[in-house]
Each structure stands twice: as structure tokens, then as C-alpha cells.
């Protein structure tokens, strides 16, 4: 992999970038680039043929300054021990950014989900809580769900570390069900935070969103959430895609009716919301096999919401929107990004964009430590709060230091973990 790819020179490079704009002391950086712990882990799984297979996955601890760490696991074939490093990286710096009390954390197993039948899936979850066990704990470091992962999966996670505890601990981890600790209002989180900051945006930057047309690449749990809220403000959708590619309506896509096809269809096949045939639906639209045709149409708004490094050298000249909301994890490669800055685009970066997931994930976690439940009202109304607090936050930075977005989100952050390294004696 090229050094342009690669997410962890990426994280370190803007970690690096904001250190030295802040004037910060050098050892700043020399701890924030590192983990303070990373775990690769090889446990046997059953398959239902009888074989044994020798699974790998990873749990990175970044840095617990500011609380225990937090950070999600995903399931994916693509999965890599750089990758996870990064990820926990901007899992610390979003949970400043955020004002939440967490450092970040995050893993990952090498696996392919679709080739799973149930049971196996069970078996990988279970396998993997056993090899992390030692590592995590309430205040230690706590998993929630990431890349084809969800409730399912984290009840399962939950359920193993229960057996080895042998204690109901129902703050170890996040993302469960409602019926076994998990929060309302956790699935459209990410989504919700999105939709929030995106309205944000529009507030500060004093243009009307209700009519704007917005593009979003990928249509798993959180683009579809986000899309639907979009949606509801009146926006128009004019693009979404996923795996199987770009679906395109210059006069908006009739989002509800794309939500309950693709929710369908997954159903049906027993398959991945973000893995369901686009071109199938049934609806008016124009087609387009490549899943990062989205982030090329018309449209005032783009939304990268799938995997990382989807905006590069390759296409980012052919970006058409004013404003980009980056939902995924790092969806934009460096270089790209200077590209972005020098074309006037304005890029609210995935840090705060994302951060409505972690957010209420908080409110999952203080939940199971009070064992006393709120209401999905009195949910929205927090994450509200806190998207709306850390957007002001990071917006007031870029217009205080004429910085961009990016940048400024990593200035608000790298503050409150420097001046907390300061306050416990690291540097």
C-alpha cells in the first residue's frame, strides 16, 4: 500500500500538522502518533463443515487521557493492523471534539461476513470478545459496532464476556439491543449527528438547506438513516450508492421508498442492507455500476459515508459540490484533501461529522452503569446538544484561526488531550 493510502500516515500527518500550528511541545506528538497498546489476537473458529479456521483481529489502544477508551469493532476482509491504529487515533480526537469524557480506541477482524452462515458468525464474535477479554473492561476500554457489525453481534460479544466475568456487565461494551442494555436511538445515531451538523453547516454558512441537493456514497445503516433525515428537512437526495453502485435522480430519489426496497431486499436474501442490488429498485433513476459515481454528480452537498480514502488524486477534480460531510472514516486521502482546500471546497471532516454515534454510545454506556434507561426523546434532545455544541466549537476555531475545518477540529481536540497529558504528569 502506498504511503498516500495508507490511514495511519494520514491520522499521523494531521496530528503532526495541528501540533506544530499549536506550538505544542514535541513530545506531544511523539505520544499522540502512537498506541499506547495494540493487540493482534489468532483464536480458532468451528465452521459448520467441521474445519477449524485461525482467525486475526486486532484492538488498539490509543490514548486514555481524557477516560477510558472507546471504540468500535468491524468485520471486514480488508481489515488491517495500520488501519485499526488510525481509526483509534481519530477515535481520540473524535471523542474530544465531541467534549466526551473517552480516549479512543478500536478493533477489527480479518473476516468476510458474507461467507459466514450464522452460527459461524456467532462463533467469530464470541471468539474474538475471548481473545480481547483481558484487554477491555468498563473502565478500560469498551467495544461498540463498526463495519458489519450491529446489535446481533455486540449481544453475543456481551453475553461472552458475561460468561467469562461470570457477571452481567452491561457497560462493557455498546450497540446491544434494547432488551439487554442498549440505548434508543443508538442505530440512527451516526446518521442523526450527520444530519445535525449538516443542517449546522447550512445555518452557518447562510444558505437554505430545505431544496439543496445532497449526494451520499454508501446506503448501509448510516447513510440510509442520514438520507431519511436529510429527507424529512426537505432536502433533495438526487444520489446514493453502495457495493453494487450509484443510483441517480437530478430531481431527487424517492428516499423513503430506496430505504424500505433496500431493507427488504436484505431481508430477503439475508444479506447486508449495504450489499442489496441498486439497480433493482424499482423506482425512477439512472444507474451507474461504479459506487463512487456519487460523489461526482450535481450536488451542493456530498456525503461520503462508506469506506475510507473514496476522494482521491484519481477523482477529486471531478467533484462538483461546494460542501462535503464526511461520514466514513477518513474518505479523504491528504493529497486530495489540499486539492479540496485549494478548489474553495469546504470539507467538514469525519471527526465531528461522525461523532453522533460515539455520542450516544456514551449515553449507552452511562445507561448500564445506572441500570436506569431514558427515553429516545430525551436521547435526541442530548445528542442534539452535544452535535450542536462541537460544531460551534469547531466552526468559531476555522473562522478564528482562518483554518479549515479539518484543521480546526483537530485544534479543539489536541488541546483538551495536551492540556490533560499536562494535568496527570505524562509531558
Not at 415 to 424: F, G, H, I, R, S
Request: proline letters at 4%; one cysteine or more; glycine letters at 8%.
Amino acid at each position: 500500500m502506498g504511503e498516500e493510502k495508507n490511514v495511519l500516515l494520514s491520522a499521523q500527518e494531521h496530528v503532526k500538522n495541528v501540533c506544530d500550528q499549536l506550538d505544542l511541545d514535541p513530545v506531544v506528538y511523539e505520544i499522540l502518533k502512537k498506541t499506547q497498546r495494540f493487540h493482534e489476537v489468532n483464536f480458532p473458529v468451528k465452521m459448520d463443515d467441521g474445519s477449524t479456521m485461525i482467525v486475526t483481529g486486532y484492538r488498539s489502544i490509543h490514548n486514555n487521557a481524557l477516560g477510558p477508551c472507546k471504540g468500535g469493532v468491524r468485520f471486514h476482509p480488508g481489515v488491517y493492523a495500520d488501519e485499526i491504529k488510525a481509526l483509534s487515533i481519530w477515535m481520540t480526537i473524535k471523542c474530544a471534539v465531541a467534549n466526551l469524557p473517552y480516549g479512543g480506541s478500536k478493533g477489527g477482524v480479518i473476516i468476510d461476513t458474507r461467507k459466514l452462515s450464522v452460527a459461524e458468525l456467532e462463533r467469530v464474535s464470541r471468539g474474538y470478545m475471548r481473545a480481547i477479554a483481558p484487554f477491555i473492561g468498563t473502565f478500560k476500554d469498551t467495544p461498540g459496532p463498526d463495519m458489519y457489525t450491529d446489535a446481533r453481534v455486540m449481544a453475543w460479544m456481551n453475553d461472552e464476556y458475561a460468561q467469562i466475568a461470570d457477571t452481567l456487565v452491561p457497560s462493557i461494551s455498546t450497540g446491544k439491543p434494547i432488551e439487554i442494555g442498549g440505548s434508543l436511538g443508538r442505530t440512527p445515531a451516526t446518521g442523526r449527528g450527520a444530519m445535525l451538523v449538516t443542517r449546522e453547516l447550512a445555518k452557518a454558512e447562510g444558505f437554505d438547506l430545505k431544496g439543496s441537493k445532497v449526494a451520499i456514497q454508501g446506503f448501509g445503516n448510516v447513510g440510509k438513516h442520514a438520507s431519511l433525515l436529510l429527507h424529512e428537512l426537505g432536502v433533495k437526495v438526487v444520489a446514493i450508492s453502495n457495493i453494487t453502485g450509484s443510483i441517480y435522480n437530478a430531481n431527487g430519489l424517492d428516499i423513503p421508498q430506496v430505504a424500505e426496497y433496500v431493507t427488504s431486499e436484505a431481508a430477503r436474501l439475508g444479506i447486508p442492507e449495504g450489499d442489496v442490488d441498486l439497480n433493482g429498485f424499482p423506482g425512477e433513476k439512472e444507474f451507474n455500476e461504479d459506487s463512487r459515481y456519487a460523489l461526482e454528480v450535481e450536488a451542493d452537498i456530498v456525503i461520503p459515508a462508506a469506506m475510507e480514502n473514496q476522494i482521491d488524486d484519481d477523482n477529486v477534480d471531478r467533484i462538483k459540490a461546494k460542501y462535503i460531510v464526511e461520514i466514513a472514516n477518513g474518505p479523504t486521502t491528504p493529497s486530495a484533501d489540499r486539492t479540496l482546500n485549494e478548489n474553495g471546497v469546504k470539507v467538514v471532516p469525519d471527526v465531528l461529522a461522525n461523532s453522533g454515534g460515539v455520542t450516544v454510545s456514551y449515553f449507552e454506556w452511562i445507561q448500564g452503569l445506572q441500570n436506569f434507561y431514558w427515553s429516545e426523546e430525551e436521547i435526541n434532545e442530548r445528542l442534539e446538544a452535544i452535535m450542536v455544541k462541537a460544531f460551534e466549537n469547531v466552526y468559531n476555531m476555522h473562522k478564528e484561526k482562518d483554518v479549515n475545518m479539518r484543521t480546526a477540529a483537530y485544534m479543539v481536540a489536541i488541546d483538551k488531550v495536551a492540556t490533560a497529558m499536562k494535568l496527570k504528569g505524562w509531558i
